[in-house]
């Protein structure tokens, strides 16, 4: 078999995706996804310019040569443009694989462990009243895991809470938004949060939280100790990621399980977390860290010193990532749980596929390869606009993570 042509579907069906699609000689084609947040058509330039004309000719069947080519022939390895790029390439060619060999991908890497995958979604209010009910919503939806997000008495606007009655999307179009931050207000208000949820709702429920990056380690300390009586079944994201030791310090103080890597993009991330013991639950997602043949080496690395998987699923990653993800899960042994963020109902009919969600789990079905399609004169309708994550400030104006 041989890769004849590879082309580049960008689409907005209400936020904007970067599809690969690589043709054979035998009618079978692959997809990948290569959305990177407000920095897509970075990705697009990079599979289109430097990658595509490279594939042409290779058999589609060498997936761990065409991986260690792109990456390690391109003498500039890692970063997230370059990764993402690999990844779509990575996710068509075990597409390609399972339809060629008539089997779902999770057959591929080593078969099922489970049958259903535990996921948990957003709870996000404008205040603790309106996050208590959000929790109820989705408690009434059958999800037994969920992320809680708030309002913060005293700051106008924070990470993952919308305006009220409107749905929370991370990328705005237009310029850059920007929110402020008081790290002081954010660690007086959570526990009151986790203890309200815990007194309506009870403690089966699996309670989640994300600090998307904002805290320096000592402080994402207290938050950790402070969040004990309410047993988390994580804390994400505590400090920003870039040094790895940050989380010794964090781990010296809290028994609150700690969850990272949703920004990560190779092994060289998070070798010591791992090796080290220093985290639970690795975030990284299959599209922004070079596709699955690297993450099944990283999560069997994971597994040898019990760090287990939790995948990214925001709706920043189309439905092929999460196809790719849910056969990922299916088959390695330290499976965590998976985030949710559901689709708009059009970029489901955009990208129809084989998976569905009910009470609190998802299934994968057993179509040959991902199991996703994409429907290209709908794409064709939703053009590609501007959009990008917003910017943060703590309140004196200082520039903070968002
Ligand atoms: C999450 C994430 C997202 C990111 C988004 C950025 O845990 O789901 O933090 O909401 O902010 O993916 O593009
Ligand atoms: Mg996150």
Redesign the pocket.
């Known amino acids: 078999m041989k890769i004849t042509e590879a082309k580049l579907v960008v689409c907005s069906p209400t936020r904007n995706f970067v599809t690969l699609i690589i043709y054979t000689d035998q009618g079978i084609y692959g997809l990948g996804d290569a959305t990177l ?2 920095r897509e058509l970075a990705v697009a330039t990079y599979l289109e310019e430097y990658c595509i004309p490279c594939l042409i000719g290779r058999n589609p069947f060498d997936i761990e040569d065409i991986w260690q080519y792109f990456y390690k022939g391109a003498y500039w390895k890692r970063g997230p443009v370059t990764m993402s790029a690999i990844a779509a390439i990575d996710m068509a060619l075990w597409d390609i694989k399972g339809k060629a060999l008539n089997t779902p991908v999770y057959n591929l890497l080593g078969g099922k462990s489970r049958d259903q995958i535990m996921v948990y979604c ?1 709870a996000n209010g404008t205040d603790l009243s309106h996050t208590l009910e959000v929790v109820h919503e989705h408690l009434e939806m059958g999800y037994k895991a969920i ?1 809680v997000q708030s309002g913060i008495p005293g700051i106008a606007s924070t ?2 809470v919308a305006a009220k009655g409107e749905k929370y999307e ?2 705005t179009r237009g310029l850059p938004h920007e929110s402020s931050w008081s790290t002081e207000k954010y660690l007086n208000f959570m526990p009151n949060l986790f203890s309200a949820v815990r007194n309506k709702y009870g403690d089966n429920l699996h309670l989640l939280h ?1 600090c ?1 990056h904002r805290l320096t380690p000592i402080e994402a300390a207290r938050f950790g100790k402070d969040a004990e009586p309410f047993h988390l079944f994580w804390m ?2 505590p400090v920003s990621e870039e040094l790895q030791e940050s989380f010794r310090l964090i781990r010296n103080h809290t028994t609150t399980p700690i969850a990272v890597g ?1 920004i990560f993009n190779s092994v060289f991330d998070c070798n010591r977390l791992i090796t080290e013991q220093l985290i639970d639950y690795l ?1 990284m997602t299959i599209v922004h860290s070079g596709g699955i043949t690297p993450l099944q080496k990283i999560a069997h690395l994971a597994e040898v010193y019990n760090v287990r998987t939790g995948f ?6 189309s439905p092929v990532t999460m196809a790719a993800a849910l056969h990922f899960n299916t088959a390695i042994h330290n499976f965590g749980i998976q ?1 949710h ?1 559901p689709h708009d109902p059009l970029v489901d009919e955009v990208f129809p596929h084989d998976y569905h969600f009910n009470d609190g789990f998802m299934f994968i079905g057993d179509k040959p390869g991902l199991g996703v399609d994409l429907d290209l004169d709908l794409a064709s309708k939703y053009p590609y606009q501007r959009a990008f ?1 917003p910017v943060n400030r703590r309140e004196d104006g200082t520039m903070w993570n ?1």
């Open positions: 947040n407000g957003h992320r990470y993952g991370p990328a994300d998307h994400e994201d949703e975030r990214h699923g925001a709706t920043d990653l985030e963020m994550l968002w």
